[in-house]
């Protein structure tokens, strides 16, 4: 079988291994290319030694010319800022981009300025050019444009999973769309491989708190595709919170009901909306639900609830933060990009315990 | 010093250890009596082994006649439906009570059966005619009625976390009561001491998730408690959720502000409330904040938030679960009722990391 | 391609969950029929809900009559004495065993008879008459044998670590056959799913302790696989540890190196004895190890060290309890029994973090 | 009642903030000041927020002239190399120092030497004319030298445990002294609050290692007071090894017993040894022990065994790394030196869960 070429910049990071973990067991990909700003000139596997024997390339400096450049795509598992610079030059000689940062997530240089704000980088875009071309990859809203487009800004983990959990509820118009309330759960991972005091070992281990109340960069993804669901402007309250384990973001998303529905019009919505969806899995109230249900994995699981006595429907949505949440929408991406079925690669459902 | 005497029914609980760990730091208080329906005739430092040495008390039967019985307060660290059958023997001889469970939260049996009912009890209270002199024990809010009090009910450990963190707000108008959602997150240990397969180390260890989603118990005296504060009925959303962790709640409350309020008026209206409370802090959005911070000890520490954006006041309110959330409240509770200084034996700032 | 059926009885459990999630990927087999003595008529994946979509048969009593049967293989995924009642009906028909306990490991009724002393069952084996025909299922060392085999032993998860580790020591003969001393860690998940008091989450999540001081069952199989090898008998001291992970035994195996012996004496010997082995990492001193190494993966580790002060060799020895000390093992047996390649399904790096 | 003053160099460690903790309930101590490197100038109840109105002395320089300096005590609760540079300025002025590193663990250069070339810093000691008068600061080896001491070196933590755990085996001579093998696990804190790639939460959660396998420096203290307790040379074998939690060391301790030597004896050799100590437990085999037993307490556990099939004998050495192993021996030395009872402060049973 034909296989594609593809490059991983920022492969000393979560999102780098991630992507290189699934696309060891893709038909149809050949890593070919390992990128980073650290650990130059040394495998991959002595990096992560799981990786031994299974992908041992060796890391090279992105900017070093002599460095693997044959790819038909380039993954950018880097933060904010890195991807807007380097994304052009891929893009010139035909070679697809994913982007893991906010860098493509926005079209226009307005909206993607007020996300830099919020991350304190300054607004001024690299390649503000670019922006009108991109998609948000998020693949239940945007799998035609994700299939056409050679440049795709991978959506935020918490983005993915309030937006997979509000989107039936908004296009569907049973909710008041300016009641929404996303807390959000996540576990460390969500915040790289960076160190950090706050996620020293004994620091964290009985440890949990809320961060960025009102203010997380998140948001405005969050709102930009809710509101061209509803086709109007919609504004969410959202509250991140870290807590001590390794991979799940679990969001619990408030909305008050409008008059008339209910619980089993909430559910049609939400079954209706994701009927043909594989990775999105919609239950009722009665299952017990658990962010170990999608752990290692690329689904999202979704449980819709209604609270009769004020009104509210209540949606919880579990996703694993390094796959749906990160590189298994990147491959799903990829896949949708190059024409390969939309599952390749993804179909394992997890490890438990 | 004149001692009191104390028995400590439930002793094989971490309500009941948590108490001895407390009471062994007090100075007015003797723990003559452990009771437990497991583990009878070991000493409880058989159960505890770090209690060797510190309380190597024997372990009675509730039941047996033999058991020691010369009290001056009895501790019923129990479930639910323990101390309505017991506390009257007690209470009969003047001997003080504190109960953990919801048994005497409510004053009347119907609002005590539609707590029962949540927990899928029987709704007949064993005790009706003791109810309605009961006091919720919850320091902050009821100090007076409980220094005149011989039978409190503790509160539960969510209706802690919110009670503190909501009636600030509920109290000077500056919310809409009836917009109040409740975002809980408890360790584990709120589970109690008994083994369940969703808490088993490796099921548990890296997963988290919602349960009892509007239908939690605690919701009953919250909304109570507001209620009074309010001269109104409220009801609001309560969405509880279990993360791997050990010791900690940490709620997130939602509200909406009413018109011309901000965060200077919302911080005015909590550092007023609890500008005499010991136990209580209050900070503003400019603090990062963990559960970590109140960690083995008896504080509820609160940070006050507002997004601009929604008109939402958002609450970070954190506790131990098993201090503030349970012990601790009881002991705050036998200092008051006995007229010892209110924090004796409380103001230990716990231990990190 | 044509696939061979595969039974599971004990499907309910951490091994049985292990040997699903490797065979579904499998290319060779197909699962046929899932037996527990619990949750009988469920579906596996309401158990196991990240299997939901992947694996959804119905589990079955063992004693069902119409329970599926036609299988070419059949593990016996279940606690000690079962396997031993059931194999032979299978064995009847033809149909290929693989035990994960103890019953089968042991190929004559003494040396069952001490281990079953030890773990506190009954000395009777219950098919005395199937043990000489037994092979202990540790492809590394019985590889023919397990090809011959209709009935394998697999090993215990400490075992697996222990021998591992000192197999190319002993049958080298660079040590003292009897100074040889066994400290192995394990996570949780190596006691099953089964409750306990002392896996609660809140007991263990700052915990570890030692246990079965130089009594565990585990010593006979080391003792007997080293014996073979040394040609005489071996006494080791061996003592267990649990500790607040989930997956993964780390082995500190301590021997006297005799004289003349060094480092690189013993590297050779290590990768002389695994130079053929797929599953079996050698690596000398300088190498970082830890057992997220191996982390849901198949392999072994091993970290060679001298102590030149007092002469000591000091291998450290990892695996993934559940993997190679369990599941993965088992697969590897059944495809040494059937022909396939011997990697198959299993050559998988495991996941990070 | 009289308090001697205290100051604390390194007070935003571990150990400073255990210290911090222990001395705040200590009767006969005032805080009187409290030195970092970082965070110069803040209260140290913003670094750790739970000591928020228990103690908010502000952070001085070491070196800032206008610090405070009126003590009666100085605790270096800094790294290898600060203290003896810098104790000779509280000597020379009458004032006591209990220093926590490897500084004054030693009472000649050449000693000194052999943990400096260990721990890679250069062998110089800053003020070699301070080691002859330097105690190890073990109490229940040295307390008549420690009483009459200006200046003691605590032990290391994982020294605490396995001396403690040996030296009534090497003290009473049931055992081959040149046959010891110490198996030690710690939780992260024992490596301080220092970031750590190999410490980053989603890194360790799951995943145990050993390291600096026969090379680390606390072999060199363990070897000397066992050493001086056996009045000869003594060489050990010594493994550390991290685990996924906060605090606790058990330490394994393996020895051949010497011909003649039983269970019986090697108890009777241990409660003998241990008789009047108040922070040692000896426990014989048939006690379930944990480490939990002594998190966030002075204590050290023991359990005594033997192995008669090999002749062993195996104590398993328990203690918080963070208090025995660290703020709590200091505290324990500080008693002695200054004549208080020796348990003053550090009577408590830790907390549990």
């Given at each position: 079988m034909h296989k594609i070429?593809?490059?991983?910049?920022?492969?000393?990071?979560?999102?780098?291994?991630?992507?290189i973990e699934l696309l060891l067991d893709h038909p149809n990909v050949e890593i070919t290319g390992l990128f980073a700003k650290q650990d130059i000139g040394r495998p991959v596997s002595e990096i992560f030694p799981h990786l031994r024997g299974f992908c041992d390339l060796m890391v090279f400096d992105p900017e070093d010319p002599a460095a693997p450049s044959d790819f038909d795509?380039?993954?950018?598992?880097?933060?904010?800022?890195?991807?807007?610079?380097?994304?052009?030059?891929?893009l010139d000689r035909g070679i697809k981009v994913i982007d893991y940062s906010g860098d493509f997530r926005f079209n226009d240089t307005v909206t993607y300025g007020g996300y830099a704000a919020r991350i304190g980088k300054g607004q001024e875009h690299a390649s503000p050019d670019l922006l009108p071309g991109t998609v948000y990859g998020?693949?239940?809203?945007?799998?035609?444009?994700?299939?056409?487009?050679?440049?795709?800004?991978?959506?935020?983990?918490?983005?993915?999973?309030?937006i997979l959990g509000l989107a039936p509820a908004v296009k569907s118009g049973i909710i008041d769309e300016n009641s929404i309330i996303c807390d959000a759960k996540t576990g460390v991972s969500?915040?790289?491989?960076?160190?950090?005091?706050?996620?020293h070992y004994p620091a964290r281990y009985d440890s949990m708190n809320a961060y960025k109340i009102s203010d997380h960069q998140h948001v405005y993804e969050v709102e930009r595709e809710l509101?061209?669901?509803?086709?109007k402007d919609i504004r969410i309250t959202f509250t991140p919170h870290v807590i001590p384990m390794t991979r799940g973001i679990l969001s619990t998303l408030y909305c008050n009901l409008k008059k008339g529905q209910d619980l089993k019009s909430s559910l049609d919505a939400y079954q209706s909306f994701y009927r043909n969806e594989k990775f999105v899995r919609v239950f009722g109230p009665e299952k017990a639900?658990?962010?170990?249900?999608?752990?290692?994995?690329?689904?999202?699981?979704?449980?819709?609830?209604?609270?009769?006595?004020?009104?509210?429907?209540?949606?919880?949505?579990?996703?694993d933060n390094l796959m749906k949440g990160q590189a298994g929408s990147a491959v799903q991406n990829m896949n949708i990009m190059f024409g390969f079925e939309e599952t390749t690669g993804l179909l394992r459902p997890g490890r438990f315990p």
């Open positions: 070429k593809v490059g991983i910049i920022g492969a000393g990071g979560y999102g780098g291994v991630g992507a795509a380039v993954f950018y598992s880097t933060p904010d800022g890195v991807g807007q610079k380097g994304a052009r030059k891929w998020l693949a239940e809203l945007h799998r035609a444009e994700i299939a056409k487009s050679n440049l795709v800004g991978n959506p935020g983990c918490f983005a993915v999973s309030c969500g915040a790289g491989k960076k160190v950090n005091p706050s996620y509101g061209l669901l509803a086709k639900q658990s962010t170990s249900d999608v752990r290692e994995s690329n689904f999202c699981n979704l449980s819709v609830n209604v609270d009769e006595r004020t009104g509210k429907l209540i949606v919880v949505s579990m996703i």
